[in-house]
């Protein structure tokens, strides 16, 4: 899942893809590298990021939507937690929803029950204003599971196919590293679940502590590390900006552990 951002000021592409254009040409970019679904935000959900409102949302992220979503080859996705924007994203052709708030927004479940879109529910603790600010857990692997079970099972029982629905751990959303690290090795457990697992700790903070305190800009290594360790253990999406990179290291990986060996 390639990485989209039309916005001013995510953390790591901020600012970068806000021009239509710009927009336009780095999402056949990441076709070309290899993506197999798009995920465009037009809204920040760093850690401090301060709200939009829904119209600025929609004003950055429905000129992307219209443009691309019946040309890709590939779906697309809408990472967004507001119920307007989901239903305007759908009206436009977008495949999928991400929502880092687990369709929790009002009216959200009932608009993505009334498509026959995807929908990948994530855990995020407090919102992104306040969750990095010492976030606790009695058990992280249990939280973590029984909310992401408990928001499937509403979605089922509201009419979305458990097939459409997938499910994130939410790395950086409201963890410290060491949450981090013990979703990270808890993943085949969560993979049992019964849903397929998307992880995206692509160039996040708890990344670069693993790689001895690098800026953003330098955690490709890190970044491309943890998808192969995620996909090991399970993860059926990888959320990834550096999409050849990652592209390239998972399919080497893939024919190591699985590719049939040449005589």
Known sequence: MGVLNVTPDSFSDGGRYEQLSRALDRAWEMVDEGAAIIDVGGESTRPGAV????????KR????????????PIPLSVDTRHTEVMRRALEAGASMINDVNALRDEGAIEVVAENDAAVCLMHMKGDPRTMQKAPEYKNVVDEVENFLL???????????AKNRIVLDPGFGFGKKAKHNL???????????MGY?????????SFIGELMGGVPTEARLQGSVAAALYA?????????????????????????????????
Do not use: Q
């Open 182 to 192: 013990r979703l990270m090795r808890s993943l085949p457990r969560l993979g049992a």
């Open 150 to 160: 408990e928001r499937a099972e509403l979605c089922e029982k509201s009419g979305i």
């Open 61 to 72: 992220v429905a000129p992307v939507v219209n443009r691309l979503a019946a040309k890709l």
């Open 196 to 204: 397929p697992i998307l992880v995206g700790v692509s160039r996040k």
């Open 231 to 263: 996909a090991k253990s399970g993860a059926r999406l990888i959320r990834a900006h550096d999409v050849r990179a990652t592209r390239e290291a998972l399919d080497v990986f893939w024919a190591l552990s699985f590719g049939p060996e040449n005589e």
């Open 51 to 58: 709200p939009v409102s829904i119209e600025e949302e929609i």
